[in-house]
DNA sequence: CAGGATCCTACCGGATACTG
DNA sequence: CAGTATCCGGTAGGATCCTG
């Protein structure tokens, strides 16, 4: 369900709150939008993704997590907690070596 | 660090103490010995698991998590959670369609 | 028992160009 | 803006066989 190099990444900003297609592609250094469109798609598949068509000029979509979707946050949120701390075990390493 | 198919597995299978090479492939339904070997050399790699070899005979080889790899420990506890939690709905969609 | 060596295939993921 | 279409290479990962 979380397959693919983005998903992870797609929720994470995600769970900051509704976003649009062209928001996420700033917010995630990288992806491309057929990678972006085709992750969102799979997400929305698994239920995990709402998107919703505003009717705006030129239309914009936002796309938001479900409630099943939030229920993954705490895994998420141990992943950061644990990179934090990964990233402050590498620097160490690199002052003290 | 956690990529492919098999590694959040493999973790969480020694997460519950040491294990030897056919266990994890007792253990881990579907694996294939060549997937579990790439997979455990890539833990290894990154200090995440640690190989020991048996001089007994024939010769086995015990594989356990580092401290490093204990760390990841409340990710895969709040996986496991999830997946629990996840399959509980799965049942209760079928039953009530 | 614990694995390496080979072979093979699907599909992941990037680049680019195009559309309503 | 929010995608889709197309092309393409690399590699993840499975099956099978072999070895100390």
Same sequence: chains 1, 2.
Avoid: C
Avoid at 17 to 27: H, P, S
């Amino acid at each position: 369900m979380l397959s693919g190099k983005w998903k992870i990444r797609i929720i994470g900003s995600l769970s900051f709150g509704k976003k649009r297609f062209m928001e996420l592609i700033a917010n995630i250094e990288g992806i491309a939008a057929k990678m972006l469109s085709k992750e969102l798609q799979e997400l929305e598949l698994n239920g995990l993704v709402k998107r919703t068509v505003l009717e705006t000029k030129p239309i914009t979509v936002q796309y938001e997590l479900t409630g099943y979707g939030r229920s993954l946050k705490p895994i998420i949120d141990e992943m950061a907690v644990w990179g934090k701390q990964h990233r402050k075990n590498i620097i160490k390493e690199m002052t003290t070596s």
